[in-house]
């Protein structure tokens, strides 16, 4: 498929908290008001390819979005989950105050979209639209390609989010909460991107 200029193509991150990604859901503490989405968690490495397009990508949404108050808007929201969708790992904490299995060490990208936009491509590593649990689906704490787009926001807030646009599985991993695992076809459906990322350090996150 065609990617845009906006979009981020992340290659082998693992991925985390499915429960709403076939199936739209709201969080436990949203407001009546809010809408449903499909939503899940990607697992980065810190320094790496695709944790520099990721943060590349933010600068340039909000240097879009908020012109000279920008940057300044980056270091407000920078590692509050509530308005920015992209934080340390380390942050993301159970009830009893412990961190995620996987998370520490990592960045963590949070992705979503709208119920009333459409779900999300997911397919397996042949390109093939599969279902929850089917063979070849995707599972929690297994590898995959993603098609994410980071965009800025301002409504009653201001900060960052990030939209979800497909999600292939690439290979298996140790899983989160015993999940089944899926079969490992090997066949890459993502092109390769022509150009490198073009990440310089002025435009960290």
């Known amino acids: 498929m065609a990617i845009t200029s906006k979009q981020v193509v992340l290659r082998n991150v693992r991925i985390a908290f499915i429960q709403q990604l076939w199936t ?3 969080a436990a503490n949203a407001s009546p008001s809010a ?8 697992l980065i490495e810190k320094g790496s390819d695709n944790d520099k397009a ?23 929201i920078k590692g509050n989950s509530n308005t920015c969708c992209y934080i340390e790992g380390d ?18 990208l949070r992705a979503g979209r ?4 459409g779900p999300p491509q997911i397919v397996t590593a042949r390109n093939i639209p599969v279902g929850q649990g089917q063979p ?16 800025a926001y301002d409504n009653v807030n201001k900060g960052v989010s990030c939209g979800l646009v ?23 459906a993502i092109e390769e991107a022509e150009e490198s990322n073009g990440f310089d350090e002025d435009m960290a996150f």
């Open 24 to 26: 739209a859901g709201k």
């Open 35 to 42: 809408k449903a989405k499909f939503n899940c968690t990607f």
């Open 54 to 76: 990721i943060q590349k990508a933010i600068v340039a949404a909000t240097n879009e979005k908020f012109k000279a108050n920008a940057q300044f808007l980056r270091d407000k």
């Open 91 to 108: 942050m993301c904490r159970s009830g009893d105050g412990k961190i995620y299995d996987g998370f520490e060490g990592k960045m963590a």
């Open 114 to 117: 709208y119920e009333q936009d």
């Open 136 to 151: 070849g689906a995707p599972y929690g704490g297994c590898y995959v390609n993603a098609i994410v787009e980071p965009f």
């Open 166 to 188: 497909l999600v292939q599985f690439a290979k298996d991993g140790d899983s989160f909460g015993g999940a089944s695992r899926a079969a490992a076809d090997a066949l890459p």
